[in-house]
């Protein structure tokens, strides 16, 4: 049997391939404006007109024809394409392929790459064009849609197995535009009439002629589009368990009506870890979530992937060399696996780096023999015109950091070695070399374009895993000509995902159309693509599903010093965190009067000498119970590691560990907590426990920093925040160091407002739309007193007479910082700065004056739209702790708040109430008979 291979990168216009069944009309002005899609085959039409959107027959179509002008005809519509305004409206476009290239056939259909796109504006005409960012996502090559020979679309986002045994339609994950069908099926019951359904990956298909007869062999790799992204943008995994840079890859033959499949999978090592700041050379990477928070995440990313594929194995391809990030994620990610209710998931770890130098496949074929067995016994896909001959049970999810290019070497070489058994099926093994060079060029075009999605630029080393013949014939010209290639797109990408990512992650968000503002927690991510009147009635009837719970949230600061603590000091930080407020109900401790014990004062000393020494004590309801332990507490340090040069440009996340480790043994004395989450900033550092009995209603947690040193270049001042769904009420908390010196108020605010403004999550939100906001750190404000003005009133005990010149307070009244924000009294002494353990304020050259650097203050959402108000929240404790490694004192304070709790058959029932208010959907017109 003689073979001819022909690949598709000869592409061919869509127009030598299929007609452009669609034509579009445009009519009418403002309000009046009229959007039409007539079908040509079928004569019908859609009309999109405000915020209606109807079918037309035939008769309509001719009638509204009449009133418009056509304007282009068109491939394939995929769907409205909804951009949020500042006033709370949207602007609707509809989005139409005007120009793609084939990719090739495929069984039944012929599967198209979009190449240009345009998006006709449905709603009132405005000035300015928001799409282009989407267009160009777009058509950056690696968009495909399907379509049959009859011009029906083709939903080419379930794979071989799914579609022809198990008959799955669309698979969700994989369908990059059903947002865009968000506006449409609210009058429309089969979209599929109307617009296609886009993947976002690789589409690669070579046609063999095998005599007569003609094979394909095809790689198709679909992305998900449930935790989409860029590469230094996205990382880890979610609270749904969904990870980064999830791709589907699928090997399939085709000959006549054999059809066999095998499907790969990889995706983002699913814990949460993040990797910021400009990544050059070395990798800086964060684990961002404590142990047992993530677990949970991890063992639903492995229950979701053991439902859609069956038996897992993981191949790990992360670096191992010690004491590096690097194989500091990787030993996080064999611990979960050890710890995860899953059992039956496989794991091998390989180091490829270490084994693979040189573009060396050998170890490869080592390591395909230790899953051989796991790869037979999963099996393959195979159809023999309508029978079903065999399904593939199990699956290999292969991983390294990027899941690029060490990723697509290993799948690469793996596929080639299941080829044979797809030959089999259709009866093709003595053309394997045919099959193999195709499947090489298959692979090389789905290396570039996966790596393409996720980077921004084609992949590296792609050679390393083709086959061994075609490693043997490759030319030293050839090999030198793959380095130089290699070298410009490393470059290219270090350029791209460090300078200009944040552009491509905002046209991602768009065009999944992500809300830019999220709604309060009491809707669900699910009801926000509910019709607006509907959310807007669920939230007024709210008060009606949601009761208040009381919690507990203690928030302590402190500037380390470098870090100085972690010696034995176990206690102390006991006393800080957990016994304050039990302290200063005591009968050794009264509020306004000095402790002679706790300061160690000798009997013969006289009152004068107090104003060097310094009592501890401060603010406390002595009517609170204080049996109960904080629900929540957060811990902020400054200054963790020294603020050198070295520790600004590349901080080690070491210490970090250590006091996350340090604190969580010392909360656990008496209760559960659990680490929510940390991040550091050089030395600003922020840590969330949580009591275990709330962690799983913990959601939607992230994280970001801001810098504010050298006007926002440098960490060595700045901000940290951790935002987080409590039950159904958001909570953040924020530990800045603020601009230090005596004067340097202005600096002070402006850092407070950059942080405040600058700060966003991933979730849309920004500081200050939370329901409750806590801000700790050393602010670094002073006290506008002469210094022995300021020691003279220490040792009366004056807080009244030092707060009226407390900066903070100053600024705060005139409502030039934290406007709307509460802090309790200062009813102890200034916390800043003393003589390493010692009693006594500076007495050094410098002698600088005391003041109150370390606060904590908090606000909640004053007016909360359609819901009920939350409590402001109750003081019960704020003071200062005597630990004397550091030149400043502990601070903490302790509120009590309310957080919504949902009583989830309660909204349910709610849900036709809210319905029946609404009144019957706009196409409906209800008559009555009198």
């Not at 200034?830 to 410098?846: A, R």
């Amino acid at each position: 049997m003689n073979l001819v291979t022909v690949h598709s990168s000869c592409v061919l216009r869509a127009r030598d391939m299929i007609p452009k069944e669609l034509r579009l009309y445009v009519g009418g002005d403002g309000p009046e404006r009229k959007v039409l899609l007539e079908n040509k085959s079928s004569n019908t039409g859609l009309l999109f007109q405000g915020d209606v959107c109807a079918e037309l027959h035939s008769s309509e179509l001719s009638t509204i024809k009449g009133a418009c002008e056509r304007v282009a005809d068109v491939y394939a519509s995929i769907g409205v394409l909804s951009i949020h305004n500042e006033d709370g409206t949207d602007m609707r476009y509809l989005g139409l392929v005007t120009t793609c290239n084939s990719a090739g056939k495929l069984t039944e259909c012929e599967i198209f790459c979009v190449t240009e796109v345009m998006f006709v504006e449905i709603t009132e005409g405005h000035s300015v064009d928001r799409t282009a960012a989407c267009k160009k996502l777009i058509t950056q090559g690696t968009f495909f849609f399907g379509m049959k020979e009859s011009g029906e679309s083709y939903d080419i986002t379930v794979n071989m197995q799914s579609k022809l045994n198990k008959g799955l339609q669309s698979d969700f994950r994989f369908l990059w535009n059903r947002s865009l069908f968000t506006h449409p099926l609210k009058f429309v019951s089969d979209h599929t009439a109307w617009f296609v359904n886009l993947i976002c990956g690789s589409v690669s298909i070579s046609t063999i002629y095998c005599g007569t007869h003609q094979a394909r062999a095809a790689v198709i790799s679909r992305v998900s589009s449930e935790r989409a992204g860029a590469r230094f943008q996205v990382r880890g995994v979610d609270d749904n368990g969904c990870v980064a840079n999830f791709v589907e890859t699928e090997q399939c033959t085709v000959l006549n009506d054999k059809i066999s499949s095998f499907i790969q999978i990889r995706g983002s090592v699913p814990v949460f870890w993040e990797q910021s700041g400009i990544q050059v050379g070395s990798h800086k990477l964060a684990i961002t979530r404590g142990y047992e928070l993530t677990q949970v995440a991890y063992d639903k990313h492995m229950t979701l992937l053991k439902k859609d594929y069956g038996l897992v194995m993981i191949l790990n391809l992360l670096s191992n060399k010690p004491d590096t990030d690097e194989s500091h994620l990787s030993n996080q990610f064999q611990a979960h696996q050890m710890d995860s209710v899953h059992e039956d998931v496989m794991m091998r770890n390989f180091d490829y780096h270490a084994v693979c130098k040189g573009n060396r496949t050998e170890p490869i074929q080592s390591l395909y023999k230790d899953i051989e067995t796991f790869v037979g016994f999963s099996g393959i896909f195979c159809q023999n015109g309508n029978e079903c001959i065999g399904v593939q049970e199990g699956v290999l999810r292969t991983n390294c950091l990027d899941c690029i290019d060490r990723t697509n070497s290993v799948q690469t070489f793996i596929s080639n070695k299941i080829l044979v058994r797809q030959l089999e099926h259709i009866c093709a093994v003595p053309q394997i070399e045919k099959f193999s060079a195709a499947f090489d060029k298959c692979w090389h075009t789905n290396a570039n374009l996966v790596s393409r999605t996720y980077c921004g630029t084609g992949a590296l080393k792609t050679a390393t895993g083709k086959s061994a013949t075609d490693s043997a014939i490759k030319s030293l010209a050839r090999d030198q000509m793959s380095r130089l290639t290699d070298a410009t797109r490393s470059v290219k990408r270090t350029i791209q995902n460090n300078f200009l990512d944040d552009n491509r992650q905002e046209a991602i968000e768009e065009f999944l159309m992500y809300p830019e503002k999220p709604l309060p927690p009491v809707i669900s991510k699910c009801e926000r693509f509910l019709p607006k009147l509907f959310v807007e009635g669920l939230l007024s009837e709210s008060r009606d599903y949601c009761s208040k719970l009381p919690i507990r949230v203690a928030v302590g600061t402190w500037n380390s010093n470098g870090g100085k603590i972690l010696r034995d000091d176990k206690d102390k930080l006991a006393d800080w965190l957990l016994d304050a407020p039990q302290v200063a109900c005591s009968n050794q401790f009264k509020l306004g009067g000095i402790c002679d014990d706790l300061l160690g004062l000798d009997a013969t000393e006289q009152p004068a000498d107090l104003g060097n020494k310094t009592p501890s004590y401060g603010y406390v309801d002595k009517g609170a119970s204080y049996q109960d332990d904080p629900d929540v507490i957060a811990i902020g340090l400054q200054e963790l590691v020294d603020l050198t040069a070295g520790n600004i440009v590349s901080t080690s996340q070491r210490k970090r560990g250590m006091w996350s480790t340090r604190f969580q043994e010392i909360l656990c004395r008496d209760s559960n907590y659990i680490l929510l989450s940390s991040r550091q900033l050089v030395g600003v550092c922020l840590f969330v426990f949580i009591k275990a009995n709330h962690l799983q209603h913990c959601t939607d947690i992230c994280i970001d920093a801001i810098k504010t040193g050298l006007k926002g270049k440098t960490g060595n001042k700045g901000g940290v925040a951790i935002s987080f769904n409590l039950y159904s009420t958001s909570l953040c908390f924020v530990c800045a160091h603020l601009a230090a010196g005596q004067n340097n108020v202005i600096d002070r605010n402006k850092h407070y407002e950059y942080i405040r403004d600058k700060a966003l999550f991933d979730n849309g939100m920004e500081i200050e739309d939370h329901d409750y906001v806590f801000w700790c750190g050393d602010f670094n404000y002073r006290i506008d007193y002469a210094n022995h003005e300021i020691r003279d009133l220490v040792k009366k005990k004056s807080w009244y007479d030092l707060q009226c010149a407390d900066q903070l307070t100053v600024q705060k009244n005139e409502k030039k910082v934290f406007q709307g924000y509460n802090e309790g009294p200062l009813e102890f002494a200034p916390t800043y700065k003393y003589d390493l353990d010692s009693d006594y304020y500076d007495t050094s050259e410098k002698f600088r004056s005391p003041a109150w650097c370390d606060r904590v203050l908090w606000r909640c959402k004053e007016r909360c739209r359609y819901m009920d108000n939350l409590s402001p929240g109750k003081l019960l404790f704020y003071g200062n702790t005597e630990i004397k490694t550091s030149d400043h004192r502990p601070v903490l304070g302790v509120v009590d708040i309310e957080v919504r709790k949902i009583d989830p058959g309660q909204k349910l029932a709610l849900y036709s109430k809210v319905f029946r208010g609404l009144g019957p959907p706009n196409p409906t017109v209800c008559v009555t008979c009198v």
